[in-house]
């Protein structure tokens, strides 16, 4: 293994021993669907551990906190919930999901609202910081692992690279866009903006590729 880059950040969503070559595959192999639903667990589990933090938390889980105080459901079935109509923004846009979008929807809400409960809740600020960067590399991590299954991208993933096919809109500005609207709408729901969102904002692209590249070592590493 090639230490000296273990920490370099990886530039694309690599390919692995256990990458579906189809993303549409409903039979891929047992590793595939292994690491797949290991990544969507870790990274519901990185969601909750931000929300127990009470910092803030990401723009999507700002806007299922909204609905949540509005609905009165838990965070998790509000996260289904918004995974569900984000799917139908698939519709005119012509995306068509795979089973990792599908079992994106419902293990991550699901983690959230299984781990939420036994996470501790720090009264001390620098606590409460440590927690939410803990939480921001757990998601970070389950990102690594469950890009690289490759069988279709997350609901909100999905929507995002589909706007920018069909408009062409460099794809940083789609996301920048769509993570404000979000947040916006989410914040006047009821959701928990802060210092939290911030650090989640600055740090989750760049941790993400760095997992993305450790994943990869590790993969050479037992090749």
Same mark, same amino acid.
């Given at each position: 293994m090639d230490w000296n880059n273990l920490l370099k950040p990886a530039k694309k969503v690599p390919s692995t021993n256990w990458s579906s070559s189809d993303p549409m595959s409903l039979k891929p192999k047992i590793s595939t669907m292994i690491i797949l639903i290991l990544g969507l667990w870790i990274f519901g589990t990185g969601d909750a551990i931000i929300v127990a933090a009470g910092l803030g938390v990401a723009p999507w889980t700002v806007l299922a906190q909204g609905i949540s105080e509005q609905?009165?459901?838990t965070l998790g079935q509000t996260t289904f919930l918004v995974s569900v109509i984000v799917l139908f923004l698939w519709i005119p846009i012509k995306e068509r999901p795979g089973l990792g979008t599908i079992l994106n929807a419902i293990l991550i809400a699901l983690a959230i609202d299984v781990m939420l409960p036994y996470l501790p809740t720090p009264d001390i600020y620098f606590l409460q910081i440590l927690q939410v960067l803990i939480g921001t590399i757990f998601v970070g991590i389950g990102?690594?692992?469950?890009?690289?299954a490759n069988l279709? /991208?997350? /609901?909100?993933?999905?929507w995002m690279t589909g706007i920018q096919r069909i408009t062409n809109v460099p794809i940083a500005k789609v996301r920048a866009s769509i993570e404000i609207i979000v947040l916006l709408l989410g914040y006047y729901l009821g959701g928990t903006v802060g210092l939290g969102t911030v650090i989640f904002a600055l740090f989750i692209g760049h941790i993400v590729a760095i997992c993305l590249q450790i994943t990869k070592k590790i993969d050479e590493f037992f090749s």
């Amino acid at each position: 293994m090639d230490w000296n880059n273990l920490l370099k950040p990886a530039k694309k969503v690599p390919s692995t021993n256990w990458s579906s070559s189809d993303p549409m595959s409903l039979k891929p192999k047992i590793s595939t669907m292994i690491i797949l639903i290991l990544g969507l667990w870790i990274f519901g589990t990185g969601d909750a551990i931000i929300v127990a933090a009470g910092l803030g938390v990401a723009p999507w889980t700002v806007l299922a906190q909204g609905i949540s105080e509005q609905i009165n459901w838990t965070l998790g079935q509000t996260t289904f919930l918004v995974s569900v109509i984000v799917l139908f923004l698939w519709i005119p846009i012509k995306e068509r999901p795979g089973l990792g979008t599908i079992l994106n929807a419902i293990l991550i809400a699901l983690a959230i609202d299984v781990m939420l409960p036994y996470l501790p809740t720090p009264d001390i600020y620098f606590l409460q910081i440590l927690q939410v960067l803990i939480g921001t590399i757990f998601v970070g991590i389950g990102s690594g692992l469950y890009l690289t299954a490759n069988l279709g /991208p997350g /609901p909100r993933d999905g929507w995002m690279t589909g706007i920018q096919r069909i408009t062409n809109v460099p794809i940083a500005k789609v996301r920048a866009s769509i993570e404000i609207i979000v947040l916006l709408l989410g914040y006047y729901l009821g959701g928990t903006v802060g210092l939290g969102t911030v650090i989640f904002a600055l740090f989750i692209g760049h941790i993400v590729a760095i997992c993305l590249q450790i994943t990869k070592k590790i993969d050479e590493f037992f090749s």
